[in-house]
T-cell receptor, first 111, second 114 residues
Framework: GQNIDQPTEMTATEGAIVQINCTYQTSGFNGLFWYQQHAGEAPTFLSYNVLDGLEEKGRFSSFLSRSKGYSYLLLKELQMKDSASYLCAVRTYSGNTPLVFGKGTRLSVIA | DSGVTQTPKHLITATGQRVTLRCSPRSGDLSVYWYQQSLDQGLQFLIQYYNGEERAKGNILERFSAQQFPDLHSELNLSSLELGDSALYFC?????????????FGPGTRLTVL
């Protein structure tokens, strides 16, 4: 079966750095995505990793270790608008295929 | 704005009824995906269409059906509605072919079954 685990909730302070972890056990692996979702809104694409290592994109970075079935999303210089749910999703095999989503981590940024 | 459109934005109906949700993908995208998101639940994949053909099926109930039309828009039909069908329904689209394709989500339809 497919299993993706993320912490349910996290709280961090404005201006700080936060790391959101994701572990996965899936039948096959062909890439991991991170999405941001504000309450009641559509998920928006943040990052994609298919090879081991760190991908940096502005204030957001994402890391992948395929051997450990592990990824994290790093958010720097937190802003209040970063308060949202962060969804980890795994593509399990190649091609134009659906994603398996974790339940998401609800991040609250406080002053 | 992802470029994916969904209508209606909100839908309120009664148990036992049937509704149709509509999705138009981003210009040039051939694949359409439907997801259900219930309160405190993750995104549950329902079904995928690629260029008019069903490509993959997830946890879609027999009461639900979908299709993709020649102009590539898609409709999700939900029938014999139950209270538990109340959820956000998202449509996403992606380009064809590459395994690195990213899915872009529409704004969703919030369905409330009373």
């Amino acid at each position: 079966g497919q299993n993706i685990d993320q912490p349910t909730e996290m709280t961090a302070t404005e201006g700080a750095i936060v790391q959101i972890n994701c572990t996965y056990q899936t039948s096959g692996f062909n890439g991991l995505f991170w999405y941001q979702q504000h309450a009641g809104e559509a998920p928006t694409f943040l990052s994609y990793n298919v090879l081991d290592g760190l991908e940096e994109k502005g204030r957001f970075s994402s890391f992948l270790s395929r051997s450990k079935g592990y990824s994290y999303l790093l958010l720097k210089e937190l802003q209040m608008k970063d308060s949202a749910s962060y969804l980890c999703a795994v593509r399990t095999y190649s091609g134009n295929t659906p994603l398996v989503f974790g339940k998401g981590t609800r991040l609250s940024v406080i002053a | 704005d992802s470029g994916v459109t969904q209508t209606p934005k909100h839908l309120i109906t009664a148990t036992g009824q049937r509704v149709t949700l509509r999705c138009s993908p981003r210009s040039g995208d051939l694949s359409v995906y439907w997801y259900q998101q219930s309160l405190d639940q993750g995104l549950q994949f329902l079904i995928q269409y690629y260029n008019g053909e069903e490509r993959a099926k997830g946890n879609i109930l027999e009461r639900f059906s979908a299709q993709q039309f020649p102009d590539l828009h898609s409709e999700l039909n939900l029938s014999s509605l139950e209270l538990g069908d109340s959820a956000l329904y998202f449509c996403a689209s992606s380009a064809a072919g590459a395994s690195t394709d990213t899915q872009y989500f529409g704004p969703g339809t919030r369905l409330t079954v009373l």
